[in-house]
């Protein structure tokens, strides 16, 4: 991708980062499903790391090696007419210099905007000191290459808490939204955050754009946006329900005899339409 056409797509991811009008992003976990979702209407595309490494045979959890990683983001950047934002986990790297280099092959695959979480296997928190290094070198490795990255910060307080009690969550995840911010992270993503009470709370004190991880039971769009919400995404769940609906197809297939359930709404036809139009 040409770099000033790249520019302008991470200057438009940026612009949609608009506290006064919510962002709905769903997440890609192939070409295809980036390519159908731009079709959509949506003015944006995230991926999604559980999703992509699925679809590439590998559990989640940077278990995916970062070349197939790349490749499976640089073909979907090829087909998606919108800006793409990648989940990048924790950076796939040990060190503040690795994430930096990581970050720059990234950027060379078209992707305008990463997560970075700061959860190390949903089992511990990084210190806050140390998550913020690796944002640091995430800026400025986009810095390096002249792009303004959209860097979106998960704070993994409400998947890996211990013991602590809501109270400490808050405060835990203010701390780290300030350091993340100052870091040069652009947006506040509290993953696994349902509570609308905590959601309005947090939108209020965080001085940047907020993302909430969409699920089932989940406040309206509208009343998300009314308690403050920047943006919302759709982490694994869009994936999971098409994989749900293969297994669902299948199994009423071998168990009715029948092949009714293979019947579709979106077929062979409109699939290869998405490609025709790219």
Known sequence: ????????????????????????LPNAWDAASACML???GFPAVATTSGGVAWSLGWADGERLPLDEMLAAVARITRVTPVPVTVDFEGGY?????????????????GAVGINLEDGIAHARLRPIDAAAARIAAARAAANACGLPLVINARIDSWIVAG???????????????RAYLAAGA?????IALAEPAVIGRLCAAIDAPVNIGARTGM????????LGVARVSTATRLATRAYAAARDAALAMR????????????????????????
């Not at 652009?186 to 509290?190: A, F, L, R």
């Open 1 to 24: 991708m040409e770099r000033s056409i790249q520019i302008a797509a991470a200057q438009r991811l940026r612009a949609l980062h608009d506290r006064r009008q919510l962002l709905l």
């Open 38 to 40: 731009a079709r959509l």
């Open 93 to 109: 790297g040990a060190s503040p210099d690795q994430v930096h280099a990581n970050v720059t092959a990234l950027i060379a695959t």
């Open 163 to 177: 013991t602590a009690n809501e109270q400490a969550r808050i405060a835990d995840c203010l701390d780290r939204a």
């Open 186 to 190: 652009d947006c506040i993503y509290p």
């Open 219 to 226: 406040p309206a769009i509208a009343e998300l946006a009314r």
């Open 255 to 278: 168990d009715s005899g029948h092949f009714d359930a293979l019947d579709s709404t979106f077929g062979y036809a409109d699939m290869q339409a998405l490609y025709d139009a790219h």
